[in-house]
């Protein structure tokens, strides 16, 4: 119980420990003030709340205490990253970039000059639903999280930290006060200010202080090495990922672009005030050598007469200087035309010549202090905070060129060879056919419209602000080829388009199929012109989410490295190179494995130094929300990939290594599709989990289903892992593992054992899924799981289901701790298990409150109070740190 915890917490020594006795007293405060009849529940397990009374309070208390939780561990682990550099140097906090260079000492300049050019990281923020949390929510936590940061200085009197402990209450009542739950689904220009509100908080901030730190680590190493800095462009979806979404249109992605444009320009007029008020540099003081001096002036002329500030600050060039950016980024922000800025390099040109002024007069810790920032921001945001993503699906770019084709010829079907033969004559042709868009179906004028938006953006001031067109469910060469034939009927050129199309691999079959269908792509000339024309990098995007909904997740990992490595010996043969988009989830089977270790297990020279993956739903907050924590984060993913990068060490082949991966994930497959094909399956999932109750769950603006059809083909990736770890299965993380692992020792015998003990040594990828299957089978409960199988009616169906489920799970346990040599499931993690154990009472009593909750609503002829079921969903996956 809780209150047992808290009594534990505060006899143990070390900071993290006082401070959630500190968190659980303010809680508790709270708790005894708003709701004081559950206390005796939460403390000790007494008193009631099922069936006779209103059970939301528990749960909202409860939540709230697990997001505490949460804070104080990102607080503590903060914390403990600034003693070890105190006190053992940079270099010994995992994931800097201090660390990264000193693993190779013997990297010369040259060496490192050519890794850190190419050193290309691209976090992507989506709006999957898988956030509950509200903006207003997460900005409370926000301001908890700083109040504790407050707290750690040692300067404040008893009164003073009585003060900020106050507040901190203050701030938790706030929490109970606000509810959790959303009342309203969000819609996506919600979700676009959501999104925003992280680069407002935390990002433009961090990304500075992340420049800074690689700096500092390179010239630490390479005495007088020229500035250099890793390239990090941020995406989003937001407003772009229209893929079974019908409440993306064209308009909101406009909504998108043009909040985004406003957010960064804001940004920048602050800054430069604020630099402009501390730039009080005055000529009769100093000599500003001529060529700076010069540069001034044509800073402040290319504001123009009717712009630039005039007869303000006399003497005080620097801040006339300083003060006219800032009058251009104004007109800029209002598109006023006079002084506006064209182009971002224009902007970034004025402040380095505002910058090298400083340097002339020897205020470099000026320059350092208040225009590189700027500067660094302008190189990374340029007039967009991030790149706008566009993503649909294959199967509605297909009908909308069944539409065109419709009215200017006969009828074809997609997938026969007359389709394919007009798709190649069309792309060759000079000129297309000419169409009525009217009188096109309102989907198909929504994609010629968004194909116009993208089209008319790349030649604005900011040509990054909107990214390609991610192509989700590619099975074919014809579904790429067709967005580049509707890119011409919406206007691109017939030699070359400028339009990056990005396929998504997604199934284990699309997996498989990649390397031939970018074969097939790269030979038809109109495409190969067009990939080519970005420095010969082709973007290619993998789909962890629905090749382990396909496939579960050992065949998933395998099919998804074996595909990197196809993929790259295909376009190598075309004089290109792979830059891979991982579309990774938070949770383990969505692969949420540790960033730093999961770059590692990839294959060799499939990383090349560039790497852009997806961060989503509750993985955004968890990640960004914090300027500490959003700095080292971002540093952990760029010093991996650089590590990747300066590891040349050559990479041994073990053939037979690979054998037995394809051995284990044929049949971890097999024993996985097994189950999703057993009689009344899929009415076991929908009984025995709250997936059909999810959609009541108003956390995202995007359905859970891409059309109404009750399918598991249909049913995204995200609730059915959502699903999974309700009910505790998680199926989704390890089954078939053990089945695998079984037949492979079976089978071999000893040298069997051998080899499996030989891969856990020295193999990172079966390092990678061992040790994710693990965790999974850890936080699964076959006890509870039983609670949430006994909803389902059909005894045959229940009985047959679950006793797989629960045969597969213990096989597994069986033979991981076999080749983990450790009796315990979980012991390997103890800083899991210990965080875990600080919420595992109250989730047991959470899940048997939803199965009660899930009974009775199922059963009930009325309408009932949905709250205390979504709440109870919305603690678990609070509880547990991920929901899909």
Known sequence: MIGAEAVTIKSAPGYADGLRADLYELWRNVIAHRAPHVLPALENGQGPIGHDTNPVPFLQALNIWFHLLKIAEENADMRTRRLVETQEGPDAVEGSFARALAQFPDTSADDFSRAAHTLSVGPTITAHPTEAKRVTVLEIHRRIYRSLVKLETQRWTPRERADVMADIESEIDLLWLTGELRLERPTPVDEIEWGLQFFRDSLFDAVPQFYDRFQRAVSERYEGFPETRPCVRFHSWIGGDRDGNPNVTVDITKRALARSRATILEKYQTDLSNAASQSSISVAIVDIPLPALKGLQAVIKGAGPDVAPRHANPGEIFRQAISAIGARIVATRDQAGEGAYLQVADFVSDLRRVEAA?????????????????RWRAEVFGFRTFTLDIRQNSSFTTKALADIWQRTGAALDYGTSDWSARLRRELGSADLPWIERTQLAD????????????????LGA???????????????????LGVFLLARYAGFGAEKLDLRVVPLFETIDDLRAAPQILNDLLAVPLARRSLKADGNLVEVMLGYSDSNKDGGFMCSTWELEK???????????????????????????RGGAPTERAIAAQPRNTINGRLRTTEQGEVVSSKFANRG???????????SVLTQSLDTRPQLTRPEFNDALEALSGMSQTAYCTLLRKPGFIDYFQQASPVEELAMLKMGSRPARRSGAQTLDDLRAIPWVFAWSQNRHLITGWYGFGTAVASFRRVRGSEGDRLLAEMLR????????????????YHADMDIGARYASLVPDATVRNTIFDSIR????????????????PEIGARFPNMCTRFGRVRGELDRIHELQVSLLSRTRQSSQDMDSTPLLQSMNCIATGLGWTG
């Open 629 to 639: 924590t959003a700095l080292h984060n971002l540093e952990l993913l760029a010093s």
């Open 358 to 374: 400083f340097a002339s007069v020897h205020a470099d810790r000026l320059a350092s202090r208040l225009i590189r920032p700027i």
């Open 563 to 589: 595909a990197q490595r196809n993929i790259s010996r295909a376009l190598e043969a075309h004089g290109v190179r792979p830059e891979f988009f991982h579309g990774r989830g938070g949770s383990v089977s």
């Open 762 to 777: 020295h193999s990172r990828l079966f390092q990678l899924i061992v040790d994710e299957v693990e965790k999974s089978l």
């Open 807 to 822: 045969r597969s799970y213990d096989q597994s346990c069986i033979e991981l701790r076999s080749l983990t040599g450790t």
């Open 443 to 458: 989907e198909t004028q929504e994609l010629l419209s968004l194909l116009d938006l993208m089209k008319q953006t790349r």
């Open 462 to 480: 900011d040509r990054h602000a909107l990214g390609p067109f991610i192509l989700s469910m590619t099975r074919s060469c014809d579904d790429l």
